[in-house]
């Protein structure tokens, strides 16, 4: 093939239907030869034209499927930060699809092994995957967004490979894959639990790591970035990802669920300097990671897994932006979960909400409308940030988590926190521009218990995970309810699944936006372990055959009862009247009296009913009315009476539910009294004439 000359500010390889536009970026660079593939055969051809930092040209017949990788030649000085090495074949940043994997040899490394200040000259071409040519033709048909407002969400984080891979229902040859997640045994679940969005653990093509494989482990959750544009090519159950997961999305939409991805802008599988030179660090080292001020030939390490994507860089700037717009126009996400997204918005000095990237995406035509959601935090300096994110994004609630957990594993002195986490955690999140949306609210994900674990084990036990059990939080705020683990002792396995139903339903009553950790409405327990990123088998894997119906049922019906009123999903603060004389909210004793500052101090207290006032309430769709509630919460082990309050009066109710006895419901309420058993929520609905 021939290279002709060809000036584009466009990056990345793009098929006109008679021949490829090849550019990539590089300041650093001084060639650029493009890598063309027929099995092992590679032909070299120089990038001759340069538009800015732009190297690019065009080959005549280099179709969709043509493999091909860069070659920079440039400088080698890595106390100066530089690391060009034309030895190695480079991935292109901007490939929308990746084929074959990184399969482990010293010649991946672009310095000399134990000699980190020589170039090595070995090739590494026999060891890396390729980029490849694709079409952007794929029928999406009539395919459009659910759009669902944030506020009338639920989220239901999940995993392409673990959800399906034994799952019964999903053919042999699509289980574990995009159309797997895709079939009608998935899809049927997902719409019959009632939620409106599946956020993907991470599906941009990522590298498996050397020391995971070398123990006979992989790299399960997949944060491990290579591609920031390609479909990760296992998860397909084809030969073509690009258009499997499109399908996907097409199939999703079809049964009104939106898609979310976790995306990891903050780092990429190369490491630290002494780790594999793939693509980022070959092209321009300087230009695409942060260093160390003093020492250049080292990275700064703000996520904790040997290097940090520099957002503050042009290059890299674009790169996110280029990459999140193409995963809406082209591949139709319906918005983004930010891992570790304090790096994202560091400058040279700190954190800027308002600068950078966030100003990017701010103005971005594009990306209005779709969902941003922030882990707000990372492990550089002052890198935990909850709550100091710009006011249309959304945010992982870790302390939601954590002090709902502690209130039903019977914590003292939390009553007070927890009241504030199931209002939408105004202490964070009650800023201008802020609603209670702000706040994420989970119990679990996929970074630590399931929540049948957090009922069931103390402590974590991450043996299998090859790391002494010294891997995952200690910090778990669970409690096993008398034994480690599994048991036949009933009455411990009472309290458990009381606590279970009650921690699911706290998620679904809560003001803010539920987050579900997909396996839990079935039980699925990973044994306890907290950490199963390198648990790519059945620790992790969705157990459909040992489902938990009964608990299924119950979040079923909770979701519904969510969906269905509006009171219970509010998209204004609690504290703000709609209306002259009107309270949203009323929190009281067990007695049914008010609650006063004196009470909420109470060390030992542990029980609280919240009363809402479905007359006025904001809403997205307008200011409506719905059914008033009165929920009564028991932290204690033992039955508690409570009072329904003369305030909001004593006539009207039924019972929505009662996590300790799951199958009443609708029962009218013809007692100023109930008896709510020990870790149970019971819910009291009046409807409004």
């Known amino acids: 093939m021939r290279i002709e000359p060809w000036s584009t500010y466009r990056l990345g390889a793009h098929w006109d239907g008679q021949g490829t536009v090849f550019a990539v970026a590089s300041a650093a660079a001084e060639a650029v030869e493009l890598c063309l593939f027929d099995g092992e055969d590679e032909q070299r051809l120089e990038l001759q034209t340069r538009t800015g930092h732009i190297h690019s040209g065009r080959v005549q017949d280099a179709g969709p499927g043509t493999k091909y990788g860069f070659r920079v030649h440039g400088p080698w000085s890595p106390h100066e930060g530089h690391r060009c090495n034309p030895h190695k074949l480079l991935l292109d940043p901007y490939g929308r699809q990746i084929d074959g994997v990184v399969r482990w040899n010293q010649a991946l490394l672009g310095h000399m092994a134990g000699r980190p200040e020589t170039m090595s000259r070995l090739d590494s071409a026999p060891y890396v995957p390729r980029s490849v040519v694709v079409s952007d033709e794929f029928d999406w048909g ?151 001020p003093g020492d250049r030939s080292w990275n700064l390490n703000w996520s904790g897994t040997g290097n940090t994507l520099d957002l503050s860089s042009p290059v890299v700037l674009r790169m996110v932006m280029d990459s999140l717009r193409y995963w809406v126009a082209e591949m139709h996400v319906d918005g983004f979960r930010f891992d570790l997204a304090t790096a994202l918005g560091r400058t040279a000095i700190d954190f800027d909400p308002h600068g950078g990237f966030f100003g990017a995406i701010a103005q971005d035509p594009v990306l209005q409308g779709v969902k941003l959601i922030a882990e707000p935090w990372d492990v550089g300096p002052s890198g935990y940030r909850v709550g100091g994110f710009p006011a249309r994004w959304s945010e992982l609630n870790d302390k939601y988590r954590d002090e709902v957990r502690d209130f039903w594993r019977g914590a003292e002195g939390i009553l007070g926190s927890f009241a504030t986490r199931l209002t939408g955690s105004s202490d964070m999140f009650g800023k201008p521009g802020r609603q209670p949306t702000a706040s994420v609210n989970y119990v679990a994900s996929h970074d630590g218990f399931t929540l049948a674990d957090v009922v069931s084990y103390d402590e974590r036990h991450n043996l299998a995970n090859g790391e002494n059990n010294r891997d995952g939080h200690p910090d778990n705020r669970s409690w096993n309810g008398g034994v480690e ?54 620790v992790s894997w969705f157990s459909w055959e040992e489902a938990d119906m009964a608990f299924l049922d119950f979040t079923r019906r909770m979701i519904d009862l969510r969906r269905s009123h509006p009171s219970l999903r509010r998209t204004a603060w609690l504290h703000e009247h709609a209306a002259p004389g009107i309270d949203h909210v009323g929190w009281f004793t067990p007695a049914g009296e008010e609650m006063e500052s004196v009470d909420w101090g109470r060390p030992f207290a542990r029980s609280v009913a919240i009363y809402l006032d479905g007359r006025v309430i904001h809403a997205e769709a307008g200011t409506v009315s719905d059914d008033d509630f009165l929920i009564m919460f028991n932290g204690y082990r033992e039955p508690i009476e409570f009072s329904i309050p003369d305030a909001v009066g004593t006539d009207g109710w039924h019972l929505a539910f009662d996590t300790a006895a799951p199958d009443e419901r609708d029962r009218p309420i013809k007692s100023a009294t109930a008896e709510i058993a020990g870790f149970a929520i019971v819910a009291l609905q009046r409807p409004r004439t």
């Open 485 to 538: 683990g599994p048991t036949d002792d009933p009455e411990i396995r009472a309290i458990r699944d009381v606590r279970r139903r009650s921690l699911m339903a706290t998620l679904l009553v809560s003001q803010g936006v539920p987050l579900i950790l997909g396996g839990d409405e079935i039980g699925r327990t990973q044994g306890g372990n907290n950490n199963a990123y390198n648990q790519d088998n059945e």
């Open 142 to 292: 009539d395919d459009r967004s659910p759009a669902t407002p944030i506020g009338d969400s639920i989220l239901y984080e999940t995993h392409v490979r673990g959800m399906t891979k034994i799952h019964p229902g999903v053919a042999q040859e699509l289980r574990g894959t995009y159309a797997g997640l895709a079939s009608d045994a998935t899809l049927e679940h997902l719409t019959a639990l009632g939620i409106t969005a599946i956020e993907l653990l991470p599906i941009h093509h990522f590298v498996q790591d050397q020391h995971l494989l070398a123990t006979g482990r992989r790299n399960y959750w997949g944060y491990n970035t290579i591609g920031f544009f390609a479909p990760h090519h296992e998860y397909a159950a084809g030969e073509d990802p690009v258009s499997e997961f499109k399908g996907m999305v097409k199939r999703v939409h079809t049964a009104g669920l939106e898609v979310i991805l976790d995306v990891v802008y903050n780092h990429t599988a190369e490491g630290n300097p002494m780790g594999p030179t793939l693509c980022f660090r070959g092209l321009d080292n300087r230009a695409w990671y942060r260093l160390e």
